[in-house]
């Protein structure tokens, strides 16, 4: 067995954990937002109980009690939530390494973008991973971070330069995912650097007979917050490979802003829900963000290919064999793919009619070739295009 085949077995084993460790922590999460803002007020009379809630959830009834800081006593058994968190991350980390830095020819570098060799993407790639953690929690834990407006203006402000520098460092593929990667990084961190640490040094005063510091549950609750708005951009970041029209546009920074910016409005009206209100003017603005965004982004005629003598097949076959059929094939020549990527075989005539139209997605965003590594020319590019617009002829 060769490694690029073992490395795809890698990529399905991991991603599957990923998907279901994130399933777990980020289904927690809301879960616990949700607790939190739907808490009435306790009705046993115990003063240190803040809110409690009754549910029904598979079959049985459920009492939970929130204590404003702790309880008397430390119960003798106490759950934490930390390996959803943990997991997500070991295994998200795993396969951006697996991925994006084992192939930053492909993934991380475009040269139309910036010219770098591959260590220099990853070694910037992993500087930006672990600063964007550093600048972020020295923010919130400096005396300015102390005002919350503050906090948030800084903190959309180190989105906005993160996306704005990662996409005129890498592709834009790789600029997504990076700021994805960043921001996955952050959450996990505040659950593993500030939340558990607080968690233990409550549980340590209460084993030492001592009242915990209220603080730590302020600053956890206040980590935990900022989680939340991160959570619905960062899905979409981990998604938007599939979607070049997002990414491959020359301003993509911003678009990548605009959906993380609808992601967080909807975020914040599903919490005002829960507090009882119903601002319908949160999902009407990202609503409006996203319709805007495919208006701008619609695809427009290409001039280019006015007045284009419409191929043969037979050129078309020779560009394909030539540029994408070194990957798409079923024994892939290009070093590093071991099967016809996402199945998508274009060796023969047939083949390349049957994937025609999501040829054109990908030629016309200059998605493919990755980092144009077969150096598809302009003009082979056009007349795949002219191909593809006349209905992608047999003949
Ligand atoms: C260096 C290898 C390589 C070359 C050359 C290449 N591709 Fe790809 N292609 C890939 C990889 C890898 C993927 C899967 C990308 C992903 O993981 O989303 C892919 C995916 C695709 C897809 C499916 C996209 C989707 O998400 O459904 C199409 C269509 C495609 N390529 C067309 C082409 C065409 C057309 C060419 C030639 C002009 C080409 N490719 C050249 C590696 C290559």
């Known amino acids: ?18 998907l279901i460790a994130g399933i777990a922590w980020i289904g927690t999460s809301f879960y616990f937002i949700g607790l939190d803002n739907q808490l009435d007020p306790p009705r046993d009379g115990n003063p240190r ?17 929130k204590y404003a800081v702790a309880p008397a ?19 998200g980390f795993s396969l951006f390494v697996l991925i994006y830095w084992a192939n930053a020819s492909t ?26 953690w550093v600048v972020y929690d020295l923010l919130c834990r ?48 505040n659950v593993a650097m500030v939340i558990i640490p607080g968690q233990r040094k409550m549980v340590a005063a209460m084993q030492a007979g001592r009242e915990p510091d209220p603080k730590y549950g302020r600053w956890g609750k206040q980590r935990s917050v900022h989680n939340t708005y991160l959570t619905l951009p960062v899905l979409f970041l981990m998604i938007s490979p599939h979607y070049p029209m997002t990414w491959s546009h020359d301003w993509n920074w911003v678009i990548l802003l605009a959906v993380a910016l609808a992601g967080a409005l909807v975020r914040q009206y599903f919490v005002s829900r829960q507090l009882g209100r119903n601002p319908l003017v949160l999902p009407a603005a990202a609503t409006a963000v996203v319709v805007g965004l495919m208006f701008a982004l619609r695809p427009a005629p ?8 419409v191929p043969p097949i037979a050129e ?68 795949l295009l002219a191909w593809i617009a006349a209905g992608a002829p047999a003949q």
């Not at 067995?1 to 890698?10: G, N, S």
């Not at 119960?75 to 295994?91: G, N, Q, V």
């Not at 993934?107 to 964007?132: F, I, N, Q, R, T």
């Not at 290409?302 to 003598?309: D, K, Q, R, S, V």
Request: aromatic share 10%; glycine share 8%.
């Open 73 to 91: 006593v430390l119960p003798e058994k106490l759950h934490w939530f930390k390996w959803e968190a943990y997991w997500t991350w070991i295994s």
């Open 1 to 18: 067995m060769d490694l690029a085949y073992l490395a795809e077995w890698a990529n399905l084993l991991i991603r599957w954990l990923h």
């Open 316 to 383: 078309v076959h020779a560009i394909a064999a030539a540029r994408c059929a070194t990957c798409h094939a079923a024994r892939p020549t290009f070093e590093g793919i071991a099967a016809a990527p996402k199945g998508v075989m274009l060796e023969t005539p047939q083949q390349i009619r049957r994937w025609a139209a999501s040829m054109r997605q990908q030629i016309e965003t200059e998605a493919m070739p990755p980092g144009n590594l077969t150096e598809l020319t302009t003009e082979e590019r056009t007349k």
């Open 49 to 65: 109980v803040k809110g409690e809630q009754w549910s029904i959830h598979g079959g049985g009834f459920y009492h939970k009690q």
């Open 107 to 132: 993934y991380l570098v475009d040269p139309a973008v910036l010219d770098m060799p591959p260590w220099l993407a990853v070694l910037l790639s992993a500087v930006m991973l672990v600063g964007g």
């Open 142 to 189: 400096s005396k300015f971070g102390e005002d919350e407006t503050k906090l948030s203006v800084a903190m959309v402000a180190l989105l906005v330069v993160t996306a704005f520098v990662a996409c005129h460092v890498f592709s834009g593929r790789g600029a997504f995912l990076q700021v994805g990667a960043m921001t996955g990084t952050i959450m996990v961190a």
């Open 302 to 309: 290409n001039p280019a290919l006015a007045g284009i003598e």
